[in-house]
Structures are given as C-alpha cells and as structure tokens.
C-alpha cells in the first residue's frame, strides 16, 4: 500500500467525525437570525388576582404566545418547511434596539397592556380607581443627548433638578422653558433602583427648543378600591390586553360569564376599549387549538387605505385566524372582536358548557 492510498483512507475514516462535528455546529451554534412559532396558552387564573383572591370558576380565559427563539442553521432548515415557523433577522425583530432595550421595550408594552385592562376592567364593572403619575417612561434616547449611555431604555424619569410633574406635558413644558446647553441633573429608576444623572440640554430639531433628547411617553399605575394584580413573569409585548381585561372583569364581577369554556384570544387594549391588531395570530391560533380551546378571540381590526396601498393582500387578524383554523382542521370557533363590548355580548349569547 503506498503513501496515497494509505492518506484516502484515513482521509475516509475521518469522514464520520467530521459529519458529526458539522451537525453539531448545525444543531447548537446559533446564527444571526430568529425563528418564530407557536408559543404557549397560558391560564390566566394563574396571573390575575383581585382582592388577593383567586379564580376559581368553571372554564378559563387564556392568552396566547409567539415563541421566538435564537435560529441555528439546522432549526432554520427545519423552519424554511414549516407553515407556522418564521424566519426574521435580528433588525426585523428589535430594529436597533440592543437586547436588553428590546426586553425593556417589550415589559413597558405588557406593563401599559396590565394598566389599560384593569382599567376597562374597573369601568365595566363600575368600581372606583384613581390613575396616579409615576414619571416619564424611556421609549428611546437620541444620539447626541448628553444622556445617553446614563439613562436607558426603559427607565422612568421621576424629575429634573429636584422638581416633580404630575404628567409627561408638564415635564416636557418645564425643559422646554430652560436654556440650550444648560446643565441639568435628572432623576430616575433603573431596574428599581433610583439614580441620577446630570447632563448639558440639546436643542430638539422639531421646535429649537431645549430637550433631554428621549422619547417618551406616560408611566402610569392604577390605584383602585379593591386591589387587582397582574403578574405576567416574563412575557412581554401587548397583546395580551383583551384576555387580561376579561379575566379582571369576571373576577370583579364573578358573574361566571364563561360558562364553563376554555376561551383563548389575543388583542391590545386601549383606555376605550378598543381591540388592536397584533403580529403571529397564526401561531397563536395553533397554540390556542392544540391546549384544546373552545373559543378563539381575534381582532376584526379595520384595514385602512394606506395599509392596503403598502401591503395589498393585507387581511384583518380574524381573517388571518379564520385563514389559520381551517388550515389546521380545528374546531375551535374563531370570533371577531373590535372592542371588548364585542366579547362581552357574545359571552352573554352562550349557553352553560
């Protein structure tokens, strides 16, 4: 046997390991990209409180998840053949958001879902609340604030130079008084912990005037006659509104209107009421289907002219639903909402399960 022969062969015998490195390479290293799936339907009797008590009644809302989860080549193989797994890069998902801003960013959204549910919650069951201020929540800092790389993302502002407002206008309006350059001490809360950082104001592009450089929006908590708790652990996003606020108002109200069902759904909330769109309503209606839920929720959202014009084959959450249940041959009875109203005088239409 001479030397080339002798080196295919050991050139063969390598083979396997190397197959099997590659496919471990494959199956763990992750890429830069993100899949996203069916999440989980969670029971909501194990998130909501009210007056420190629990539901105990026949049936269960729930809401639903998209999971989203880190690709590796192989899962991103895998997802490429599935009709509910989605492939989306790092930019698509958090734009330019780092991870932690993004985590941030998706705890403000879930924390404003809580507020506005519990609030349609108290209105519809006529209990009394007061909305109190609890400072300027962070959404985003601009590149040239003297700020950033201080306060972050998702931080509340409680102050500047020792002074409180009692709303965003009033502390937008007391900077914008001050002078361009300007040196300032900010209060604020990060991760619980209150902190201060002192800075020069920038002068804001929109009006000349003086400004921190964030973007920012209300924080506000609800203080209401009978206590209610919303303990979402650590899933994010505001999607969840609908389903909080009507796991809230049956609980206030023990009224038993599920009538025994298992209801899953999904939908943002405002302080009116209103359901809102939301993304992955396929991949919630396959979750929701295989936990074995009788009744679906979506969002009849109105598609409007420029929606059409950026995406003409756009559809409305429900249709998407619709879309999904027949898809996958489900049973569950998939129902439009545009406010929780809707949701409401269908739960009154059912009959004891």
Avoid: C, W
Wanted: a negative charge.
């Amino acid at each position: 046997m001479n030397n080339e022969q002798e080196e295919r062969i050991s050139i063969k015998s390598m083979l396997p390991f190397v197959l099997v490195i590659v496919l471990i390479i494959a199956m763990i290293f992750p890429i830069p990209y993100y899949i996203e799936g069916p999440g989980t339907t969670e029971n909501l009797k194990d998130f909501v409180s009210v007056d420190n008590k629990q539901d105990t009644e026949p049936g269960a809302f729930y809401l639903t998840t998209v999971g989203v989860r880190k690709a590796t080549l192989a899962s991103l193989i895998t997802a490429s053949f599935s009709d509910f797994q989605e492939i989306v890069s790092k930019k698509d998902l958090m734009g330019s958001s780092t991870n932690s801003e993004y985590e941030r960013i998706q705890q403000y959204y879930m924390d404003s879902s809580k507020n506005a549910a519990i609030e349609q919650a108290l209105k519809l069951a006529n209990v009394p609340y007061d909305m109190q201020f609890k400072g300027v929540y962070v959404l985003a800092i601009e590149d040239n604030s003297s700020f950033k790389g201080k306060i972050s993302v998702g931080d509340t502002v409680t102050g500047i130079d020792g002074k409180t407002f009692k709303s965003s206008e009033e502390f937008v309006a007391y900077v914008k008084k001050q002078k361009v350059g300007q040196e300032v001490t900010v209060s604020y809360l990060q991760d619980g912990k209150a902190k201060e950082a002192t800075g020069k104001l920038i002068e804001l592009p929109t009006d000349k005037k003086a400004g921190i450089g964030i973007g920012l929006t209300d924080h506000t908590e609800i203080d209401s006659s009978i206590p209610v708790e919303i303990d979402s652990g650590d899933i994010g996003g505001p999607s969840a509104g609908l389903m909080f606020t009507l796991e809230t108002y049956e609980q206030l109200t023990q009224k038993g209107i599920r009538k025994g069902y298992k209801i899953a759904g999904t939908g943002t909330i405002n302080t009116d009421g209103i359901v809102g769109r939301i993304g992955g309503i396929d991949k919630k209606v396959v979750t929701a289907s295989k936990n074995k839920a009788d009744i679906f929720f979506a969002p009849d959202d109105e598609i409007t002219k420029e929606m059409k014009e950026a995406e003409p084959k756009i559809k409305t959450n429900y249709e998407e639903a619709k879309a999904t249940a027949k898809k996958i041959g489900t049973s569950m009875k998939i129902v439009p909402v545009k406010n929780v109203q809707d949701a409401l005088y269908y739960l009154e239409t059912l009959k004891e399960k």
